[in-house]
């Protein structure tokens, strides 16, 4: 049986191999981002997103990937026209954690995308978004 202790050591070493990653997806977007793909740096943030750790640090490391991407966007109804379904609930969750943070211009960049999306995705994405407390971001 694994104690306290054994589970905040492998929980500690699993968050190490998260932040590697995100780390190594943080190059891939700067990349995107200066080939002007900013709904493919979108796309990237997103995938294998929320990180599956309750670690703090892997969360706000993944934010910050994925603020980047959503910061860059600049033509809100072209994105929607190359981004997949899939993404939605995801980046609805994103969204609201970028209006959180209380910065202007993130909230506004986050209520352009928001509004988008629910014109897109319907009132659904949102209940998901917020209803969903075991993948939080």
Known sequence: MATKETEEFVEADKAEAI?????HKSRK???????????EALKTALEGSPPKTRDE???????IVVHRAIM?????????????PEYY?????YLYRGL????????EQCLKIHEKLTERAGLGCILRALADTENTV
Do not use: H
């Not at 860059?72 to 997949?84: C, E, N, P, Y």
């Open 100 to 107: 959180s943070t209380g910065d202007r211009p993130t909230c």
């Open 57 to 63: 640090r892997c969360k706000s490391a993944n934010w």
């Open 29 to 39: 977007i700067e990349s995107l981002l200066k080939q002007s793909k900013p709904v």
């Open 89 to 93: 609930d995801i980046l609805m969750k």
């Open 72 to 84: 860059a966007i600049k033509d809100v109804g072209a994105m929607f026209s190359a981004l997949d």
């Open 19 to 23: 932040i590697t990653r995100i780390e």
